[in-house]
């Protein structure tokens, strides 16, 4: 029996007059009477939803949303409602996983704090598509330092050598008309410990978190915060060029922290005290360092160096739009009232940073550094 035929099934039995509410008894009845192709995890959630209603009635357009795996917060308000626990033990009990079916329970843990969200993601992942977002950038901006490190002879602290800062990737002041410099000066960076810190961040934060939220919703958030770092730089520091993945990295791990303390109780990854000190150590060391290289460089240097801006706006980014994306796990943005408002707030500093580029600097006279 098919998706569409069990539909059909349901509504012909349960909904013949097309009233668009179901029985929830008969509804139980059907469930537990038929082998309905479902994951296990699934016919937990509609039992669930069937017995949650007070009405005892279940809206038809929920339970097609439920098996056609669109985004709903239809379980979510069916568990909120306190009238049936999932029939099954916590995921940690689950015998004789293999290595992977072990790392996807892993990633569960450590990234949502609910029980039923967890079964939901662990029954319902498919190795098929993999993460290729944050492995694809990462690598990329691997090749590119290996590229750029062989040509400068030069491993640490790129931004001294003369010829760095005439890469068409770079986001330099001079060059602010030159608009895909906001986003691909990501795959530059200052040396050898940025990009390790980067590429580290992004493979153990990232890299789960697009596993459980998706490629499309994690690439927003990520480049969110990349565009974010280079118009707030362009806005406060507009002397500074910018390198580095820092804003997106620091927007997703932001994003991650702000959702473990958000749901602090709920949150089962082991150590997550000390892990969450020692997040906050490396990025408070990372910005440390930024701030250190911007005002007091180590060598005389022809011009300015990079800003620190971009971390700070990243996180802000992260702990706004990121902190609405990974509470909304399973449902649908659009739904979500809060979404709407960070993304209008985000367009207006949007276009605001556009306005300020093409008209402040003029106004201003702000004297940046001849281009390289």
């Not at 009477?33 to 009635?57: C, F, I, R, T, Y």
């Amino acid at each position: 029996m098919d998706r569409s035929s069990l539909l059909q099934l349901i509504q012909e039995q349960l909904d013949p007059e097309n009233t668009g509410f179901i029985g929830a008894d008969t509804f139980t009845g059907l469930v537990h009477s038929h082998e309905l192709p479902l994951d296990p995890a699934k016919l937990d959630m509609l039992v669930a939803l069937a017995q949650s209603n007070e009405q005892g009635q279940v809206c038809y357009q929920e339970l097609v949303d439920l098996i056609s795996s669109k985004r709903s917060s239809s379980f979510k308000r069916a568990i909120a409602n306190g009238q049936r626990a999932l029939p099954r033990d916590g995921l940690l009990d689950e015998p004789g996983l293999g290595v992977y079916k072990r790392f996807v329970r892993y990633v569960a843990y450590e990234i949502l704090p609910r029980e039923v969200d967890r079964h939901w993601y662990f029954y319902r992942h498919r190795s098929c598509p993999p993460p290729v977002f944050m492995a694809s950038v990462t690598l990329a901006q691997i090749v590119v330092f290996l590229c750029y490190g062989a040509r400068l002879n030069k491993w640490v602290l790129q931004t001294y050598h003369p010829e760095y800062m005439r890469s068409p990737l770079v986001y330099h002041p001079s060059h602010r008309a030159r608009a895909w410099r906001f986003l691909t000066y990501m795959f530059m960076h200052v040396g050898l410990e940025q990009l390790g810190f980067n590429a580290l961040l992004q493979l153990m934060i990232g890299v789960p978190l697009e596993m459980v939220h998706g490629l499309l919703r994690i690439s927003l958030l990520y480049l969110a915060g990349v565009l974010a770092g280079s118009l707030t730089v362009s806005i406060t520091d507009m002397r500074a060029p910018v390198v580095g993945g820092s804003g997106g990295v620091y927007a997703l791990c932001s994003a991650h922290l702000a959702n473990v303390v958000m749901n602090w109780a709920g949150m089962r990854c082991p150590y997550k005290l000390l892990r969450m000190v020692l997040a906050l150590v490396c990025m408070s060391s990372e910005v440390g360092r930024a701030v250190w290289l911007r005002f007091s460089p180590p060598l005389p240097a022809s011009g300015p160096q990079p800003s620190f801006m971009a971390h700070l706006a990243g996180a802000v980014v992260g702990v706004s739009m990121g902190l609405t994306i990974l509470r909304s796990y399973e449902e649908r943005l659009r739904d979500q009232c809060g979404w709407w408002v960070v993304l209008l707030a985000y367009g207006t500093f949007l276009l605001f940073a556009i306005f300020w580029n093409i008209f402040a600097y003029d106004l201003l006279g702000a004297h940046i550094p001849p281009p390289p």
